[in-house]
């Protein structure tokens, strides 16, 4: 008898390879998104579908301007569920951001969300840039929302540690100019899906520029799982984007 060829996703379906950490998750209710399970039950059922040991988690309700009530919640899933906690910011009220940020380093946080298409403020506002340049000098990992082009901007020549969550393949062009002259920007995977784009950006400019990330629950999985699983890569760049760039960066 003639066994016929595993198909391309029944070959993903037996990959035994797991995702050590993902950069970009939300948890709690999203009101533009109702129909979504965003609850922590939820979410932890998600990453375990696409075999994600981990996550760094941001509080929905923080990224709609309730920092404190937000950060107090997610404070308490991340006891809870073992979560990485990423403290989103209100981005229209950077007024002290400074002793903000302090105060949340103090309390183990190591990284921050800048909401700013959510919010509707763009990257080169003055409020931002000041948000930027005081979590840089702290040496904080920041995610950055917005297509790559606009976003990039405000974080060069600051030794920033930023990932930058919109970066899509039509971008790779740009994110390799800027990439090879700062070391820790680093491109989310999420929106790189197209043909190569993991293999053209590790090849270029090294693993160390991506970094795993779902966007869960508001996204579908599956393509980003997927993505990385086929991408065609040494099993050290693979390490690196399923978890260790990301671990680097919060731990520098």
């Not at 198909?7 to 009101?31: H, K, M, N, S, Y």
């Not at 040991?53 to 920092?67: G, I, M």
Request: hydrophobic share 45%; charged share 25%.
């Amino acid at each position: 008898m003639v066994m016929e060829p595993m198909t391309f996703f029944e070959q993903l379906a037996g990959d035994g390879r797991r995702i050590a950490l993902d950069c970009d998750v939300t948890v709690g209710t999203w009101p533009p998104r109702a129909d979504v399970a965003s609850d922590p039950v939820a979410v932890t059922g998600i990453l375990a579908r696409g075999r994600i040991d981990n996550a760094l988690v941001t509080n929905a309700q923080a990224a709609w301007y309730d920092e404190a009530g937000g950060h107090d919640e997610l404070a308490g899933w991340a006891a809870e569920f073992g979560w990485l906690r990423c403290n989103a910011v209100n981005l229209r009220d950077v007024i002290g951001i400074g002793e903000r940020l302090d105060r949340w380093m103090v309390d183990g946080v190591r990284a921050i969300r800048l909401p700013s298409t959510m919010q509707g403020v763009a990257p080169g506002s003055p409020g931002y840039r000041l948000l930027v340049r005081e979590a840089a000098r702290r040496g904080l990992l920041m995610l950055a929302e917005g297509d790559f082009a606009s976003a990039q901007a405000p974080f060069r020549g600051l030794g920033a540690k930023v990932i930058f969550l919109d970066a899509g393949y039509y971008e790779m062009s740009d994110f390799l100019v800027v990439a090879a002259d700062e070391p820790r920007f680093v491109a989310s995977t999420r929106r790189m899906l197209g043909p190569d784009s993991i293999e053209i950006i590790c090849e270029s400019v090294g693993s160390s520029h991506l970094a795993f990330g779902s966007g869960s629950p508001l996204q579908d999985l599956e393509p980003t799982v997927w993505r990385l699983l086929d991408a065609r890569i040494p099993p050290g760049d693979f390490d690196a984007v399923a978890g260790g760039t990301l671990t680097r960066l919060l731990e520098d």
